[in-house]
């Protein structure tokens, strides 16, 4: 997993664009829930996000509940990317990756991603149907 992060009033960071993979998007989420609104936060111009496999991802059955209980049923309100978002945010998922594409009325094929497609994002195609891309505040 891999992310930079910026806090307000910190300087901006070098790159435009952050990035994140499977757990580490809940740095991103939080984030963007905690300081997405703030007026001394980095600017949109400066700063935008890409997500990959976030197990907050608004169609999955997890939200991060924190170190004891890790990952379990989300709670209103408090999942994945705040829909009113200044930033832009590319949130991508395979599909059947079931830490962000679960089916509920198919348990074992997302049970089945979640070990064997979530591992593996190196040959996304942001452009494929078949994947779950978002991009929010374009």
Not at 17 to 34: D, E, N, P, Q, Y
């Amino acid at each position: 997993d891999g992310v930079s992060n910026s806090t307000p009033g910190s300087a901006p960071p070098p790159a435009r664009v952050r990035w994140a993979t499977r757990s580490a998007v809940i740095i991103i989420t939080s984030w963007l829930r905690k300081y997405g609104s703030d007026p001394t936060a980095p600017s949109p111009a400066e700063l935008s996000f890409i997500t990959l496999a976030s197990p907050e991802n608004r169609s999955s059955a997890y939200a991060y509940s924190g170190r004891s209980a890790m990952f379990r049923l989300p709670r209103p309100g408090r999942l994945g990317i705040p829909a009113d978002t200044r930033y832009r945010v590319v949130d991508t998922c395979r599909k059947w990756d079931g830490w962000c594409d679960w089916h509920p009325d198919n348990i074992s094929t997302s049970q089945w991603g979640m070990f064997w497609l979530h591992t593996d994002y190196t040959n996304l195609n942001l452009n494929d149907p078949a994947n779950d891309v978002v991009v929010r505040a374009t």
